[in-house]
């Protein structure tokens, strides 16, 4: 059984910073990709920031300069350090990683963290 938890949302000001943390654990495959997605309350889950098992980073334009995605392959752990925070990123945060044997994709979710960006 694969699980993924994060951890280390919560509230922040505008301006402020917060790290998540996520683990994945269980799976009988190389994880390949790690990524965060975020869900605003009436909008679309949408790609945060990736980051391949090779170390290679990609980030949504609103974040770009603000967080910094890293990991840890041989824990299958990543983190998201989120700086000069807005209230537009006020969202769940979700964990997501990705295995693809032989090209048979597997997806994996965490629950999600709340983080909110308040004065």
């Known amino acids: 059984q694969v699980q993924v938890v994060e951890s280390g949302g919560g509230l922040a000001q505008p301006g402020g910073s917060l790290r998540l943390s996520c683990a994945c654990s269980?799976?009988?495959?190389?994880?390949?990709?790690m990524a965060w997605y975020r869900q605003a309350p009436g909008k679309q889950r949408e790609l945060v920031a990736t980051?391949?098992?090779?170390?290679?980073?990609d980030y949504a334009d609103s974040v770009k300069g603000r967080f910094t995605i890293s990991r840890d392959n041989a824990k299958n752990t990543v983190l998201l350090q989120m700086n000069s925070l807005k209230p537009e990123d006020t969202a769940v945060y979700f964990c997501?990683?990705?295995?693809?044997?032989?090209?048979?994709?597997?997806?994996?979710w965490g629950q999600g963290t709340q983080v909110t960006v308040s004065s």
């Open positions: 997501y990683a990705r295995a693809a044997p032989l090209g048979i994709q597997y997806d994996y």
């Open positions: 269980g799976s009988r495959f190389n994880i390949n990709v």
């Open positions: 980051i391949s098992s090779g170390g290679r980073t």
